[in-house]
């Protein structure tokens, strides 16, 4: 099991960037992989970036070259930069973290973060 805290959240004008953090309460390299997912309201939580246990990452297609997932062992923190924003961009970003138990892959959420792009 792990318990993830995501920060970073808040308004930003179009053009601009925020950062967002996932904290997990367990080594991230012990875990498969970790996401970043968005979801706008009346829509489906959609996949934005991954990151795992290598450090190979993915993007969607409609935030590569905007957005980098990274992340920092020692504080066992993974993050999401997000620069050029666009209002389309605006929902509530969960952390997710896949945990491998035999055969079994288990989901673990954050709590989410709302990032609103307006002027």
């Known amino acids: 099991q792990v318990e993830l805290v995501e920060s970073g959240g808040g308004l930003v004008q179009p053009g601009g960037s925020l950062r967002l953090s996932c904290v997990a309460s367990?080594?991230?390299?012990?875990?498969?992989?970790m996401d970043w997912y968005r979801q706008a309201p009346g829509t489906e939580r959609d996949l934005v970036a991954t990151?795992?246990?290598?450090?190979?990452?993915n993007y969607a297609d409609r935030v590569k070259g905007r957005f980098t997932i990274s992340r920092d062992g020692a504080k066992n923190t993974v993050y999401l930069q997000m620069n050029s924003l666009k209002p389309e961009d605006t929902a509530v970003y969960y952390c997710?973290?896949?945990?491998?138990?035999?055969?079994?892959?288990?989901?673990?959420w954050g709590q989410g973060t709302q990032v609103t792009v307006s002027s």
């Open positions: 990151i795992d246990s290598g450090g190979v990452t």
């Open positions: 367990r080594s991230i390299f012990s875990i498969s992989a």
């Open positions: 997710n973290a896949r945990i491998r138990t035999g055969l079994t892959l288990n989901n673990y």
